[in-house]
């Protein structure tokens, strides 16, 4: 702990009764007590924590490090340069895939087939068709049918 003795000019206490008497007499009965001129009281100083930067060891300047001279660069535009062929790849044999039964259609492949032969004029044949199947509508068929009916559609001329 630290000791702090504060010695106030007598002028400066007259200065700080007058703030005071111009402030509204707030602060003179702090500054004069008993009418005896004593100095405000000043807090102590708290302890603090004071953050010392790192010490870093002396910086040795590093010799220069002797270098060759540099060869003479050629322009690109002077070099002959043949064409590269890119290396071969090896792949391995592809075996053809062999469809293995028939192909598998969806509702909206077939109902997307409809929809062109009836935008080329051939509704009566799809409705005849239909008609084949026993049904009035593309969703009625049974999924089971879409194989058949597919390629009845073809022979219509639509593409599926």
């Known amino acids: 702990m ?13 200065s700080l009764n007058a703030l005071a008497d111009a ?10 007590q008993n009418n005896t001129p004593t100095a405000p009281v000043i807090p102590a ?5 004071v953050v010392t930067p790192p010490m870093t060891a002396p ?3 590093l010799a220069p490090v002797p270098m ?11 070099v002959p340069t043949a064409p590269v062929a890119p290396a071969p790849v090896p792949t ?16 909206e492949q077939i109902a997307a087939a409809g929809t062109a032969l ?5 509704m ?12 009035d509508s593309i969703t009625k068929i049974k999924p089971e049918q879409y194989g058949a009916f597919a390629t009845d559609l073809r022979t219509l001329g639509a593409q599926i």
């Open 68 to 78: 060759a001279p540099a060869a003479p660069v050629t322009p690109a535009a002077a």
């Open 59 to 61: 910086v040795t300047p």
């Open 92 to 107: 391995a044999p592809v075996a053809p895939v062999v469809p293995t039964g028939a192909p598998t259609y969806t509702l």
């Open 2 to 14: 630290f000791e702090i003795k504060v010695t106030v000019d007598p002028a400066l206490i007259a």
């Open 124 to 135: 009566d044949a799809l409705l005849a068709l239909l008609g084949r199947y026993g049904v």
């Open 45 to 49: 100083p708290t302890r603090s924590t």
């Open 23 to 32: 402030l509204g007499n707030k602060a003179r009965g702090e500054i004069m």
């Open 118 to 122: 009836v935008d080329a004029g051939k």
